[in-house]
């Protein structure tokens, strides 16, 4: 089973400013990974495929790179709407799985 | 568009079982395999397995494996997902999301295990 490790846990951000979430895999998954919002009581929200590809609708401030075992999710200019908790999830190999999470709060 | 509409939540004793249904509209049912994954509360997204609704194949998640059965009825357009002896831990909201990179999730189903 591939091993997902977000950093850090939380991050404290200022509206407007930039905020930068890591995200390792034990292993080499070449560009399959996503990026998901999850707010209190709502359902995950899709962010980013193949490590870059932005989800339909998803603003241009959300961006994904990386490749092989390192990632990295970036919002330019933090939003109200934006503080929740952001998960990366690898599809490269089953079973499927999950970073532990990163809360984005308000600083 | 597209739209994946699941049952309420439930309540369960240790031991029992419980089926969490999935009603999907707006797009080809047969055509998009059905993932599950579940959220413990206050915790981290698992996922649980897919199930291919063209042809009812199925692979499960090791950790699952024995416990989950996930069904269609392509008829009426949902797909099941079946937990059965149930434990404390497995009270979590249960997701149903299309087909991989999951941009379409339902709204998700809490179910209770307590005694």
Redesign the interface.
């Known amino acids: 089973e591939i091993l997902m490790t977000q950093s850090p846990a939380t991050l404290s951000v200022s509206p407007g400013e930039r905020a930068t979430l890591s995200c390792r895999a034990s292993q080499i998954i070449s560009t399959d990974l996503?990026w998901?919002q999850q707010k209190p009581g709502q359902?995950?929200?899709?962010l980013i495929?193949?490590a870059s590809t932005r989800?339909?609708g998803i603003p241009a401030r959300f961006s994904g790179s990386g490749s092989g075992t390192e990632f990295i999710l970036t919002i330019s200019s933090l939003q109200s709407e934006d503080f929740a908790v952001y998960?990366c999830?690898q599809?490269d190999n089953?079973?499927?799985?999950?970073?532990?999470?990163t809360k984005v709060e308000i600083k | 568009q597209v739209q994946l509409v699941q049952s309420g939540a439930e309540l369960r004793k240790p031991g029992a079982s419980v089926k969490v249904s999935c009603k999907a509209s707006g797009y080809s049912f047969i055509g998009y395999y059905m993932h599950w994954v579940r959220q413990v509360p206050g915790q981290?997204?698992?996922?649980m397995g897919w199930m291919n609704p063209d042809s009812g194949g199925t692979?499960y998640?090791?950790?699952f494996q024995g416990r989950v059965t996930m069904t269609r009825d392509t008829s009426i357009r949902t797909a099941y997902m079946e937990l059965s002896r149930l434990r404390y831990d497995d009270t979590a909201v249960y997701?149903c999301a299309k087909d991989?990179?999951?941009?379409h999730?339902?709204?998700?189903t809490l179910v209770t295990v307590s005694s």
């Open positions: 996503a998901y359902a995950p929200r899709l495929y193949g989800a339909t998960y999830l599809y089953e079973p499927w799985t999950f970073g532990q999470g | 981290g997204l698992e996922w692979n998640a090791q950790k997701y991989l990179p999951w941009g999730w339902g709204q998700g």
